[in-house]
């Protein structure tokens, strides 16, 4: 038996890194899950592994900052399924620079990905979870929420994903929907390459340097935060609301 036997999910971003871990772990924990991605490719690659293993998955192609996409997929879920109990809020860009370098387009892509998207999705899906009087609603955030050099767009964002996140766990913990978010620390995935390469860094000398200062001795991977959303989104968590969980490999300040 799963721990997520019977509910069903929609994960952004899913087509790799954090999203694609979150849904893989969702569908063997027993979810029906939905992954959505503007590029569909790779979602719609492990959806049919998933398929292909005896679990129930479906990609759907959904741009976060589209109110009519995100609309539609969730209306396809409710379509397939009947409800909606999980929304995980993975999606985000960067665009790196120095504020004084940052262009307008830069500031907006962010924000919008990042922080209006989550804003749309949630807004999507937590009316059909209040109706049922249930749901679990988690944010991506990020450690980079705290501020860090060459990401002012970002960091905003991510910040915003936290007063974002504590302000519905007030508004709709009375309906049965818990709402926290995760903040990922340094982990190894296809965005950190290309900050890698952005820099020109070999990869493998980026993540030695960015482990001498992480406690437990190593970078992190996207199972290790697919395993902190997977425990936000159990029913071992619904008296946990309006959290903030860093999944970065020591304290943080």
């Known amino acids: ?32 899950v939905c992954l959505t991605d503007v590029k569909l490719e790779g979602a719609l690659s492990t959806a049919r ?21 995100v609309e539609n997929a969730v209306g396809e879920i409710l379509d397939r399924y009947g409800r909606l109990d999980i929304l995980i809020n993975n999606a985000g860009v960067t665009r790196d620079n120095l504020l004084y370098k940052m262009t307008d ?4 892509a962010v924000l919008n990905v990042n922080l209006g998207g989550a804003f749309l999705c949630t807004r999507a899906a937590q009316k059909h979870m209040v109706e ?24 905003a964002a991510k910040a915003g994903i936290q007063g974002f996140t504590k302000t519905l766990a007030i508004e709709l913990g009375r309906y049965g929907v818990t709402v926290n978010a995760v903040a990922p620390g340094f982990i190894e995935t296809e965005m950190t390459r290309e900050t890698a ?16 200062s992480i406690p437990v001795g190593r970078a992190g991977w996207p199972e290790d935060v697919a395993a902190a959303i997977l425990y936000l989104a159990s029913e071992e968590a619904a008296f946990v609301n309006g959290q903030v969980l860093y999944v970065a490999g020591g304290p943080v300040d």
Do not use: C, H
Not at 197 to 212: C, I, N, S, T
């Open 1 to 32: 038996m799963g721990r997520l036997d019977g509910r069903v999910a929609m994960v952004t971003g899913a087509s790799r890194g954090i999203g694609e871990a979150t849904a893989r772990r969702f569908a063997r924990e027993g979810a029906r």
């Open 197 to 212: 390469a952005r820099l020109g860094v070999d990869f493998d000398d980026f993540v030695a340097e960015r482990v001498q």
């Open 105 to 108: 387009e830069d500031w907006r």
């Open 49 to 69: 592994q998933l398929v292909n293993e005896g679990m129930d998955a479906f990609a759907a192609k959904m741009d976060v900052t589209s109110r009519t996409e």
């Open 132 to 155: 049922r009087n249930y749901g679990r609603i988690i944010n991506v955030s990020s450690l980079s929420a705290l501020g860090n050099q060459g990401q002012a767009n970002y960091a």
